[in-house]
């Protein structure tokens, strides 16, 4: 059912209402006044002819109230055009009604009758159109609103496909780049190497098109790229994961804390001797999950190259979560701390 349709069936129901009460209102006065009253039979025909009527015109009505121009709010410029439109369609109204009437019961339609029908009933149809433009129009502003919803849902779901598609290479050369040290010197965990690469990689392709996974499963990714590490730089890395259950169903951006690993190891094991340690958390505080990566390293926090995969992370949080999307460094102690923040919720998107 098209959305004309839709309104000219609602707005005809309305309208049924409104003719019902205005038709029992005056029956009411007329008994009250002890004067004579139509037909039961008569008056179910005038309140059936008034509905269909009021029906038929109302695509109509919608075109009109559809050429008035709207921004994002109804401003008073905008009252006054639908002011307009509903004044003229009760005319209009009144003087169609008049036509039919005097054509199904065969009476004479005059001038006088017609101006007497102008004073007595143009002001009862303006108030039930104005009533039915009203809800026509607040209906176009909440589709309107549901429109630029969904057009900015698409907006993001494309510049999150992009982003990680920018991202991807960049994680396969680095991921290569430790491949190629091992390969001549150790073959079997360059295979090895090669094998978890294999996984990672199957594991991105199949996260194209989602827009946030649970934490439990970004941390399961985070294992499988440590594993990669770990094959590279022995006993120098050691590794930790600490993250309660109520944490782990939170939802989160797919390979958020990849880089910040990545970026742990690269400029932290250099400085961290015999070995470097990566502490990788998460904890909810209020209404906001909190990752954290640090390393042992010595590196200071103003030295931290934003590189291809931090800009990339700050970008795809600020596109999926705005303001409450947030990257950050800082120093505790002798640790770097990498810290991410999103809104804490309890399901995936």
């Known amino acids: 059912m098209s959305d004309v349709a839709f309104l000219t069936l609602m707005i005809s129901v309305l309208w049924l209402l409104l003719h019902a009460v205005h038709i029992a209102d005056h029956l009411t006065g007329l008994y009250l006044q002890g004067r004579a009253m139509e037909s039961p039979a008569r008056i179910f025909e005038r309140l059936v002819v008034t509905t269909v009527l009021s029906g038929l015109m109302t695509p109509l009505l919608i075109y009109l109230l559809r050429l008035i121009p709207r921004g994002g709010r109804l401003h008073v410029a905008t009252w006054l055009r639908f002011i307009a439109v509903v004044l003229a369609f009760a005319i209009l109204r009144t003087i169609v009604g008049e036509v039919v009437f ?95 690469l294999a996984t990672l990689l199957r594991w991105t392709l199949d996260l194209d098109d989602v827009r946030e996974i649970p934490l439990e499963e970004e941390l399961e990714f985070v294992q499988h790229y440590l594993t990669i590490q770990r094959v590279r730089f022995g006993a120098r890395l050691e590794a930790v994961i600490d993250a309660p259950e109520d944490a782990l169903l939170c939802p989160i951006l797919p390979q958020v804390l990849q880089p910040l690993v990545e970026n742990a190891i690269i400029h932290g094991l250099p400085h961290a001797y015999p070995t470097g340690r990566v502490r990788i958390t998460a904890r909810i505080q209020g209404d906001a999950l909190v990752l954290q990566v640090r390393d042992s390293g010595s590196a200071d926090p103003t030295a931290v190259s934003p590189g291809i995969g931090l800009k990339n992370l700050e970008e795809r949080l600020t596109t999926m979560y705005g303001g409450r999307g947030t990257l950050s460094f800082c120093r505790e102690a002798n640790e770097l701390v990498a810290e991410v923040r999103v809104p804490a919720r309890a399901e995936v998107r």
Request: proline residues 2%; positive net charge; hydrophobic residues 45%.
């Open 102 to 196: 005097a054509t199904l019961w065969d009476y004479p339609l005059t001038w006088r009758g017609l101006r007497r029908a102008m004073l007595i009933q143009t002001h009862t149809h303006t108030v039930h159109i104005a009533i039915g433009g009203a809800v026509i129009l607040l209906y176009d502003s909440a589709q309107s609103g549901v429109e630029r919803e969904r057009l900015r849902a698409a907006l993001t779901v494309s510049r999150m496909q992009q982003l990680r598609a920018q991202f991807r290479p960049h994680f396969l050369l680095n991921t290569l780049n430790t491949v190629a040290t091992l390969v001549h010197r150790d073959a079997k965990a360059a295979d090895d190497l090669i094998t978890s």
